[in-house]
């Protein structure tokens, strides 16, 4: 059984839940695959379906369900100067095995040494967080043409780390089919460095800090001199209660 095995071997090799771990590589590929039920590490609920070590990587056209903490965590960049990090063509699926704290992808969160980092064309389906930034590159961090649906809080960066922390945000659809999630929230708004070209739908919020929240995009965009070209519109998803990649295909583009 091959989840039993990947569950004894993330066990012994360090208690931290993982199903795959990569440790001082660069230029590593992971492509085509069904990636799914890691465990929790030893002290919380946090364990990562991939998680990666003073490495870089292509993580494309993989699947990633039912995971307990973080799916992808781009946790360190140690020795990577010069290097790209290249997340693309993704499924971040829903989770049977727990309902509370899911995030799609998170970090850097420690030894910010690569270059770029670039998250596009990825779906994040019904998260905690869709990317938890917390640390950037040393050059650029992107994100383009993702899909985030029916995520709690599609981009977030809570950390203080100004200098570190700044991401670019473009071409990007953001849906929500009911109220109450964010769409973008920030602890400085220092930390966006660009976003543009987005679609935002339905209803959602943009916070800056807990102190300030803002629900209309017209008062996002005036508060944040952000977004000035994107727009609040249905993005005509073929299934937009669907779990499957091709669910949010589009019908017709606006």
Known sequence: NFDTINYHISRIIGDQGNTIRFNNIYNVTLRNNKIHHNCRRVEDNNGSLIIGYAFSALIDKNTLVDGYGTYFENKDGGGQTGRTTEVKYNLFGPSSISQIDTVGIRGFNQAQYTSYQLIHNNIFLDKTIGINVIGSPAIENIFYNNTFVDCAIDINQPSS????????????????SSAGNSFIYLYSLLQLKASDFNIYYDSGNWILNPNNTMTSLSDWKSNSGRDLN???LNPNFLNASGTSASDFKRSSYV
Do not use: E
């Open 161 to 176: 780390n100004i200098d570190g922390g700044k991401f670019s945000s473009y071409n990007n659809i953001f849906y929500h």
């Open 230 to 232: 994107s727009i609040s």
